[in-house]
């Protein structure tokens, strides 16, 4: 039985780090297929694994996210709510332009309007980002009605724009800095 466990958490390994591979290679809609190929498992073990696309994406973004999180957390009772609140979203900005997928994932996630299906890398950022966000709307750095959601489609969909950009994280920054201007103008 130790044996199959062990086996169990190799395969898993295997799956989710071709996974990283592909998503980065071919977005949102890599194939669960040629996944399950390069890891030399069958499809039934990716879908043992992760039952359907969503979890599986969850899971190869999943560390990031937490590290994400933790940084909102960080940040949250910062001295300087724009600095921190700018700082973060430059964090988001460069993971969104960096792996490919993740914004198409976040955006596509977020289109279904169902509460049951609201994306869990989403909402853990809105979780998260949200005491960093209202910290900085009540020091007047930002303005009271922008939501996280807001601030996630803002840099998901600079993300998308700048994806096949040669240097998409640069392109991604420049393009943050010209819409910071209408989100916390320094005043």
Not at 14 to 42: F, M, P, Y
Not at 48 to 64: I, K
Not at 162 to 184: N, Q, W
């Amino acid at each position: 039985m130790t044996a199959q466990r062990a086996d169990a958490r190799r395969n898993y390994a295997r799956i989710l780090a071709v996974a990283e591979e592909e998503v980065a290679a071919h977005g949102r809609d890599a194939s669960l297929e040629q996944i399950a190929r390069v890891a030399g498992v069958g499809s039934a073990t990716v879908r043992r694994h992760f039952p359907g696309r969503r979890a599986l994406l969850e899971a190869v973004f999943g560390e990031r996210i937490e590290a994400l999180c933790a940084r909102a957390g960080e940040l949250a009772g910062a001295a300087d709510a724009r600095a921190a609140l700018l700082e973060w979203l430059g964090a988001l900005t460069t993971y969104a332009a960096s792996a490919r997928g993740m914004a198409d994932a976040l955006v596509q996630e977020g289109m279904t309007g169902d509460p049951e299906h609201v994306n869990a890398c989403a909402a853990k950022l809105t979780g998260a980002a949200d005491p960093l966000l209202r910290h900085a709307a009540r020091a007047g750095a930002v303005a009271p009605q922008v939501t996280v959601a807001d601030l996630v489609a803002l840099v998901t969909g600079i993300a998308l724009a700048t994806e096949h950009h040669p240097d998409s994280v640069a392109e991604a920054h420049r393009l943050l800095g010209l819409t910071v201007g209408g989100i916390s103008p320094r005043g």
